[in-house]
């Protein structure tokens, strides 16, 4: 997105410049803002005539106050966590974010202690999710993987019902190459259906689909945890105009 050189581009509406940022690279301003605008400090609604209220009247409202207060960070922070529940974080991912380099695991994905904050509201954690998702992607799904060689070692059974599963489709390539099926559809179809249904009764009896579900569940609490506490970087270095 481009704005034209003109005075009436300094005040541009709020979403046009979240979009420009976002398409420009500049991520991290855009955090930055989205944390800025949900610490904005709430207009003050004490009257005047509380400044000459007693001194322990005043005092069990400081009290109350920081009680209140303390309460309400707690509570501000469960919804924020809870919130990360209610994201659909694959809603903005494409096949082109898997295309690109793997970024680097120490530098980028990883990153410094300084990296990660706690998302100041909703709208920033779903912000952080879908962008951090879209940067990382590749990362994420090599550790799906790991996690999956991960259960398949502690479920033994499903490694071999895995393998065997494997064993059973390049027998079938091989028996379908050797006796020329597709010259003959309908044997092909029935190989096919028997070897389908011999597979679903693989996977499910030797517990493979136990280990793909906890290694699904594990990668995606660590991607939306990852995602929703890191601060968000420039994607981009950004050209400088002339």
């Known amino acids: 997105m481009a704005f034209s050189p003109n005075p009436l581009s300094l005040s541009v509406p709020d979403p046009a410049f979240e979009s420009w940022l976002r398409d420009s690279g500049y991520l991290d301003l855009l955090d930055h803002r989205t944390s800025a605008a949900a610490a904005a400090p709430a ?51 494409s096949a082109d974010d898997f295309s690109g380099d793997t970024p680097p695991w120490t530098t980028g994905f990883f990153g410094a202690c300084d990296s990660y904050s706690f998302p100041a509201s909703s709208q920033q954690a779903r912000m952080r999710v879908h962008e951090n998702i879209k ?18 070692y502690q479920m033994p059974l499903a490694l071999v019902g ?25 044997a092909r179809k029935l190989v096919i259906g028997i070897g ?40 981009k270095k950004p ?4």
């Open 43 to 93: 207009p003050a609604s004490s009257s005047s005539s509380s400044a000459a209220a007693a001194p322990s009247s005043a005092s069990d409202d400081v009290v109350s106050s920081i009680t209140g207060g303390f309460f309400a960070s707690l509570l501000s922070r469960l919804v924020t966590v809870s919130s990360l529940l209610t994201i659909n974080p694959f809603s903005k991912l």
């Open 135 to 152: 940067r990382f992607a590749r990362n994420y799904a090599t550790l799906f993987i790991v996690f999956f060689a991960c259960a398949l």
């Open 162 to 186: 895995l393998l065997a599963s494997l064993a059973l489709w390049e027998l079938f390539k091989y028996c379908s190459d050797r006796w020329e099926f597709d010259h003959h559809p309908s």
């Open 196 to 235: 389908q249904c011999a597979t679903a009764v693989l996977l499910t009896f030797l517990n493979v689909q136990m280990a793909l579900f906890s290694a699904l569940a594990v990668s995606y609490s660590v991607m939306l945890l990852h995602a929703g506490f890191r601060k968000l970087t420039p994607s």
């Open 239 to 242: 050209s400088r105009g002339r």
